[in-house]
């Protein structure tokens, strides 16, 4: 006789249902789970949308999702989860789709950048083009350079391309630097010119900042207010730049961090020769910037001074060096920091070997050996590490055991590498754009496939064991030039055709 509607009956005390579901919060999945098998009261209790929605928000699944954009919040949690587990096996297995971005032949890859799915890649035709793999009907549209003067010759070879969620950015080899907006269309919204060749480029991940690197100048370029692009830190330099990155999530001004041979600077419009770090004869190798922190590697000649190579850590806030990882013969070639778990960070070598450090501990982690030659690009989340190698090797590890789980092998070496929980993106770009002559590789089909480049395409979670799968099977438009349709985008593994 007890009324269940408005009161909960917690065995011997009557209690409210708002007051009862404060109590339920408390609980997880298996604990709600048990609860609902009590009485048909706790059953409505501990299925309540307002529990699995929380839940749901705690396990980072559907953030951007409101209360009521999903009926039932215990069933949509139930298919992130096994959505998970799914992409997961796919990555161990290589189940999925890969595809090839091409580009018609006489163009040699230059440079490959990427963000959230969306791959830049400059050839040495001085063409800019734009894939969006999150479609597989994308086409590859090309942004419009600034135009030369007549009768300028060849346009020059692109030297970098950075892209970000709202730009994208090259670099040339004349000292040229076009701006593109992503959403406004394919022609340049900002153009600068340097006299010397650009040694670095860098994007702000978050923010429309710039920053060049050239000769002994560092110049950043962001729009303001009204969206007029100015230039606000010109900053000289006493020694070439080899590394430059731009600070994310920086209110005000831009910030960027620039190494140059064995000096580390903090480049601040308020403070323009801020020297985070110079130790002579210790070569910075290697650069990656944060939030709040920076890592690089140092080069320190362990056979004079006794004293192995390193990764230091700074804070950028307090300028202090926070902790020093790695103890190895060989060079830190490439490391990844912004992209890592918290407290994590990975670092190639030119040993051959991939290196995860934690960072309270200053030690590390795991130590993998799968490469014939350095570490060129590294990248990990919390459970996987995808390494690309001088050979042209990609390699996807598991992190906790510390093995390789597979590899894919291809000519040049492996320049770029990126992934989120669903695709993978790898670069490799030859090291000479100009193979056995310009006029040889157009005539010779074969040759130009051979020493071109390549980006590959990744995509896990297509389940190609499913009957109904929509996983295409043949890409190719059709509309290549005469005498190279045969290539044909043929999905892999081939035995499932």
């Not at 299925?47 to 953030?63: A, F, K, N, S």
Request: charged share 20%; aromatic share 10%.
């Amino acid at each position: 006789f007890q009324n269940e509607i408005n009161e909960v009956p917690f065995f011997d005390v009557q209690l409210p249902y708002e007051l009862a579901l404060k109590i339920f919060q408390y609980l997880g999945k298996a604990e709600l789970g048990r609860c609902a098998q009590v009485s048909r009261t706790w059953k409505i209790l501990a299925e309540d949308e307002v529990l699995w929605y929380r839940l749901c928000q705690q396990e980072g699944y559907l953030l951007d999702m409101s209360i009521s954009d999903h009926s039932c919040w215990k069933l949509a949690l139930k298919n992130c989860r096994a959505r998970d587990h799914m992409l997961k096996t796919n990555w161990k297995n290589r189940v999925g789709a890969v595809s090839q971005l091409r580009y018609e032949p006489g163009r040699v890859l230059c440079d490959v950048h990427c963000c959230d799915g969306v791959v830049m890649a400059g050839y040495s035709s001085g063409e800019v083009r734009l894939w969006d793999t999150r479609t597989w009907d994308y086409t590859a549209p090309v942004l419009a350079a600034v135009a030369g003067p007549a009768g300028a010759g060849a346009p020059p070879h692109v030297s970098f391309v950075r892209i970000s969620s709202s730009l994208a950015v090259a670099a040339y080899e004349d000292g040229t630097v076009s701006v593109w907006s992503l959403l406004l269309g394919q022609e340049p919204i900002h153009h600068f010119q340097h006299n010397q060749r650009i040694q670095a480029l860098a994007l702000a991940p978050g923010g429309p900042a710039v920053a060049t690197a050239s000769g002994f100048q560092v110049k950043v370029e962001s729009p303001d207010d009204k969206g007029f692009w100015q230039t606000p830190g010109t900053f000289e330099i006493q020694k070439l730049v080899n590394f430059l990155n731009l600070v994310p999530d920086v209110t005000g001004r831009p910030v960027a961090v620039a190494a140059a041979e064995d000096i580390v600077y903090l480049l601040k419009a308020e403070d323009p020769g801020k020297i985070l770090h110079s130790v002579y004869g210790q070569p910075v190798t290697c650069l990656d910037v944060a939030a709040h922190e920076t890592a690089f590697g140092i080069k320190t000649f362990g056979w004079l001074l006794n004293e192995p190579n390193q990764v230091l850590l700074y804070n950028l806030e307090t300028n202090q060096c926070v902790t020093k990882v790695g103890n190895s013969i060989g060079d830190f070639s490439c490391v990844n920091l912004h992209s890592s778990p918290p407290n994590m960070l990975v670092a190639g070598n030119k040993d051959r070997r991939v290196r995860v450090f934690d960072l309270r501990c200053a030690e590390a982690v795991c130590s993998m050996y799968g490469h014939q030659l350095g570490v060129s690009a590294v990248q990990m989340d919390e459970w996987k590490i995808v390494s690309g190698g001088e050979e042209g090797l990609v390699c996807v590890w598991d992190q906790r055991m510390g093995t390789k789980l597979w590899e894919m092998h291809a000519r040049h070496p492996v320049r770029h590498v990126w992934f989120n929980s669903h695709s993978l993106i790898t670069a490799n770009i030859p090291e000479e754009k100009n193979p056995r002559g310009s006029s040889i590789t157009e005539d010779d089909p074969s040759l130009h496939r051979k020493y071109r480049g390549v980006i590959y395409s990744y995509e896990f979670s297509v389940d190609q064991l499913a009957v109904d799968s929509v996983l295409p099977i043949c890409r190719s438009s059709y509309d290549e030039v005469t005498g190279y349709n045969y290539n044909i985008g043929l999905a892999v593994p081939y035995d499932s055709i």
